[in-house]
């Protein structure tokens, strides 16, 4: 039977678009982990009081072994985009882990991969210092890779592997204390929408829900005072997130520094004195008859026409010059 909010975290939901360079974008992200066992074994410090082991399914058990990361958390991230990149940092809480509190910090780059095709790849590194204020201090890093999305893909999946190295002392161990080394690979699967009804009001937004399956392998270390431990090899886990990212872009894009088109300056208008009616000017080289409206047209072997017959005028000159 699954147990809700183990002891891991095997998700780092991010928005899955491609940020310009200089675009931002803020997360706010909430996980849950799901596993077949609330934690990875059982310890006990010494042999000598009872009231380290309790009954459990027909046998006496130790005290539980945990990593310390919240296996429920909320955080807030920012990303900036880069050329061919983004980084950014992030921060968060959460309970789990055999503490009822836990909080975390991290950075984190992605590079992208043929970012001139259709469907480029985000691939990078996500690393965490993870503090347990019951149990302990670990990094956890996720290196991953994953296809990207648009509003045409909204789908993306990816590849993961998983690195986590912790030091732990509870003090309900009494002196016991022990180091883990936790990796693992898996799978991302996610849908990313760019509709929401933040877009009403202009704001640039998408909503992720993705899931991410792993299988890890834990081994522990540097054992004082511990008389037995008993922890799972193999530790199979399963994380379901949702996110809300905002976009410091607007939804329509648009050149702010572009000129606007230079008006269009109606030409001069002259005005008849007596009826105050604009009159309107021909376009250069014609003339009308003032009695029909008719144009005349000038020839340009300039040949003259008389305004009441509409007949040539010749110039007297070149009569007396002309032979016949």
Not at 118 to 143: C, D, M, Y
Not at 216 to 231: A, Q
Not at 257 to 271: A, C, M, Y
Request: proline letters at 6%; glycine letters at 12%; hydrophobic letters at 30%.
């Amino acid at each position: 039977m699954f147990i809700l909010s183990g002891c891991y975290n095997n998700s780092h939901i991010r928005t899955s678009k491609i940020l310009e360079e200089g675009e931002k974008a803020t997360s706010f992200n909430g996980s849950l982990n799901i596993a077949p066992e609330g934690n990875l074994g059982y310890i006990s410090p010494s042999e000598n009081y009872s009231y380290n082991y309790y009954w459990n399914n027909g046998s006496y058990q130790g005290l539980s072994v945990n990593t310390g990361l919240a296996g429920l958390r909320g955080e807030m991230s920012i990303l900036k985009g880069y050329k061919n990149s983004e980084a950014g940092l992030s921060g968060g809480v959460g309970v789990g882990g055999g503490s009822p509190f836990a909080w975390h910090v991290g950075l984190e780059y992605k590079k992208y991969i043929n970012s001139k095709n259709r469907r480029p790849f985000k691939a990078g590194i996500n690393i965490e210092l993870n503090k347990n204020v019951e149990i302990g201090t670990a990094i956890h890093s996720i290196q991953s890779i994953k296809t990207t999305t648009s509003k045409k893909n909204p789908f993306y999946g990816g590849l993961h592997s998983i690195f986590t190295y912790g030091s732990q002392e509870p003090e309900r161990y009494q002196g016991a204390s022990y180091n883990f080394l936790m990796k693992g690979v898996g799978i991302t699967l996610g849908i990313e929408n760019f509709s929401s009804i933040f877009s009403l009001f202009g704001m640039n937004t998408s909503t992720t829900l993705q899931i991410d399956a792993s299988l890890l392998s834990s081994k522990f270390l540097n054992l004082k005072g511990v008389y037995d431990i008993s922890v799972a090899e193999k530790y199979p886990t399963i994380s379901a997130s949702l996110g809300f990212n905002f976009f410091n872009t607007s939804l329509k894009k648009g050149n702010q520094l572009t000129p606007l088109p230079r008006p269009k300056i109606n030409p001069v208008l002259e005005f008849d004195p007596e009826s105050g009616d604009p009159i309107k000017k021909p376009p250069s080289g014609l003339e009308f008859n003032p009695e029909t409206g008719i144009p005349i047209k000038k020839k340009s072997s300039g040949v003259e026409f008389d305004p009441e017959t509409g007949e040539p005028v010749f110039d007297k000159n070149q009569n007396k010059n002309r032979r016949y």
